[in-house]
């Protein structure tokens, strides 16, 4: 076996733990991909009517699937697939659902022109290799319940299902969906074309106003206004959030722009 | 094919409850099926890491997240647990990441997010030098190909062994393994490359 020397080695080790998340970033995705979700299943919800059987079990399907119906206004009948408890709905998955992830996402992200994503995922056949362990007989278990009761000394997220409000509100994972269409799009404008990104911005505001990405679409107009070289606007942008933000992923993230030091 | 009702668990692991695993243990076990709820909570960080470690810039790495527990959550029920969800993870990040280098490629990027040294509470010489670090791993990634840079990432950094990494890659176990020795002598030499430069620039 070719070794690392021990300089490549000191490195890997050093940095092997920094790559993780903050908690910051994980509430972030969670919530994002809580919307995205929610709009595939809108998106199925209107189409076959298969959005619970190609969306797997447990309590986040399960309300995805709702929220979608809802906001879809489906019947209940999508909703009563996803029911964990109800075998019949598992057994036999139907052909998934296919969902074009250009609903969810900035017309500027193109189409993988490959291979469809789905050829990277089908499990290979056990390998003659592998330990015998990895291969050994199974038996099949009942889950007693889609999510395992939780032992206080692990450290586990909230469900993902929390992302959403207090339900019923059908509507909120729907407006989620485009508050993240719009800021994910001027995120993306940022570094190549800023004015466009503050455009967006202003359509974000309009619409949403006090959305739930509201502060995310300041933090970004502060870094739009601070790439067009203009600071006391990105300064004054940044006021209202400033504190709030304090030691945050995207407090650090303003105090390093423009309106730190004073330079444009 | 296994349902969604049922974990598949194998006879010994089955009297191992799930509280007392580490998160990310939970999901390097071959022969269990998951609600998509727990492969989301056990294997955010894994797949946010892989995803960076495979070149997702940190403006994208969001979406590319995003992207992958997309298609989680569409393939789940068809997963049968002849591998380990986190093998099957990495499989998808792999080609995630590879569609998301491909559409961003060379464009230059300002991310909103790209503080994601998990140490907060470090001073701010620490988490410069920290970054310093994290940018010269990366760096060095950038310079193998994909099969060893795969590679590397699963021997090296997230300490798989042979025939896990021969699972993630789609390979034997020979294969997986000579890939991981090729990737330990392409990174050294890259590192010693740096080394070079950067003492010729003092």
């Known amino acids: ?96 659902a296919r969902v074009e992830r250009g609903a969810i996402e900035a017309p500027a992200i193109a189409e993988p022109a490959a291979e469809p994503l789905e050829a990277a995922v089908v499990e ?40 959403a409000p207090s339900p019923p509100v059908p509507e909120a994972p729907d407006t989620l969906a485009e508050e993240l269409v719009l800021l994910r799009a001027a995120n993306r404008a940022l570094a190549s074309d800023p ?27 502060v870094l739009a206004l601070c790439a067009l070289g203009r600071s006391a606007e990105a300064r004054s942008a940044a006021e209202p959030i400033r504190a709030r933000l304090e030691g945050t992923p995207r407090g650090r993230r303003l105090e390093s722009s423009c309106i730190a030091g004073g330079t444009p | 094919m296994a349902g969604h009702e049922t974990l598949v668990l194998a006879p010994q692991e ?38 960076k470690r495979l070149g997702v810039r940190d403006a994208y790495l969001d979406d590319a997240v ?11 029920a068809e997963f049968e647990g002849r591998s380990s969800i986190r093998t099957w993870l990495f499989r998808i990040a792999m080609r995630v990441a590879k569609d998301h280098r491909r559409t961003h490629e060379r ?8 503080e994601s040294i998990a140490t907060p509470e470090s001073s701010p010489l620490e988490r410069a030098a920290q970054r310093e670090k ?36 789609g390979v034997p176990v020979d294969t997986a393994y000579s890939r991981l020795r090729a990737a330990n002598a392409s990174f050294n030499a890259a590192y010693e490359r740096r080394l070079r430069r950067a003492g010729g620039e003092r």
């Open chain 1, 1 to 96: 076996m070719s070794e690392l020397g021990p300089g490549a080695r000191k490195l890997v080790d050093e940095v092997r733990d920094l790559d993780d998340p903050t908690k910051d970033d994980e509430a972030r995705v969670r919530s994002a991909l809580a919307a995205a979700i929610a709009a595939q299943g809108a998106a199925i919800a209107s189409g076959t009517g298969t959005a619970a059987a190609a969306s797997g079990s447990g309590a986040l399907a399960l309300k995805i699937a709702l929220a979608g119906a809802l906001v879809a206004g489906a019947t209940t009948a999508v909703v009563y697939t996803a029911l964990p408890s109800d075998p019949a709905s598992h057994a036999a998955p139907s052909a998934p």
């Open chain 1, 124 to 163: 290979p056949a056990p390998e003659p290799e592998l330990p015998e362990a990895s291969v050994a007989p199974r038996a099949r278990v009942r889950v007693a319940s889609p999510t395992p009761p939780e032992n206080p000394r692990v450290e586990a997220p909230p469900p993902l299902e929390v992302a």
């Open chain 1, 195 to 221: 004015a466009s990104a503050l455009g967006l911005l202003d359509q974000h505001r309009e619409r949403f106003a006090s959305g739930q990405l509201a502060t995310d679409r300041e933090v970004v107009r």
């Open chain 2, 14 to 51: 089955a009297a191992l409850p799930d509280a007392i695993v580490p998160s990310e243990d939970r999901i390097s076990r071959p022969g269990v099926v998951r609600s998509f709820d727990e492969v989301y909570r056990d294997g955010f960080r894994f797949v946010w890491r892989s995803l």
């Open chain 2, 66 to 76: 995003q992207d992958v527990f997309l298609v989680v959550h569409r393939k789940l």
């Open chain 2, 107 to 114: 464009r230059p990027t300002t991310s909103l997010h790209d």
């Open chain 2, 134 to 169: 994290i940018d010269l791993l990366h760096s060095i990634l950038e310079t193998l190909d994909d099969d060893k840079r795969a590679a590397f990432i699963l021997g090296e950094l997230e300490g798989m062994s042979g025939p896990e990494m021969a699972d993630a890659l």
